[in-house]
């Protein structure tokens, strides 16, 4: 009887996380690690959950601190992952938007967010987080326009989805992609995720794994 032959089917693996490690924390650019890996920044608003996705992506409870206030983090945090093989950073950034950080402060940390951005030539996308939760915010939406006009390739990420029936989070986010459709001819790549229960997780490291590919 001749063999059967089974279907090759592709099944993409797990990224694997082989190791990571806090590097430094940088007031500005020119205090940051040598630009020689690929990197991926992680923005938006204070207590979006910047934080905790990329302890959630990275499978540490502590790597990066985060904190119910808004405003736990105020530099540039260089977080170095699987170092003896395919090396690549991750970069957890201050939160913008936060009401209680008196203003002259609060346009300090946006000159040292937007100098990092749009200088760092090793930077291969901006992870741009939104809670699922919010409307639309001036400040979001302007600050996706300025990452546009500087031509700072970023994907946008909804999080805490965990905070929402499946309904309401998915009206939320035709309601934003609306409104991102009014200025924007297309729209970028969308994640969707909660640190609360790992969702968007394999997605989200599939898609900087496929980036790195390209360096
Ligand atoms: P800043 O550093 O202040 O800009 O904040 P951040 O964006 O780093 O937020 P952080 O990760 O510190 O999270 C803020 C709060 O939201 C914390 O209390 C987190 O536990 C909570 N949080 C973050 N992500 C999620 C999520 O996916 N689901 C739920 N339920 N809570 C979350
Ligand atoms: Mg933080």
Redesign the pocket.
Known sequence: MAEETQPLIAKSLPVKISSVEFVISSPNIDKCPKPIFPEYA?I?????????????LMERRHL???????????LINHFLVNKATKPWYLV?????G?ARVPKKIAENWMGMIKGYLANRDTLMCVLM?IDVRHAPQKNDLEFMEWMGEKGIPFVMVF?????LTPAKAEEAMTTYKTEMLKVWESLPEIFV?????NSGREEILNFIDSVNEKY
Do not use: C, E, H, W
């Open positions: 992680f938006g608003r204070s207590n979006v959950g910047k934080s905790s996705l990329i302890n959630m990066a601190k985060t904190s119910s206030t808004p405003g736990k983090t105020q957890d950034l201050p939160g913008f936060y987080l999080t805490k989805l965990d905070k995720t909660s640190s609360a229960n």
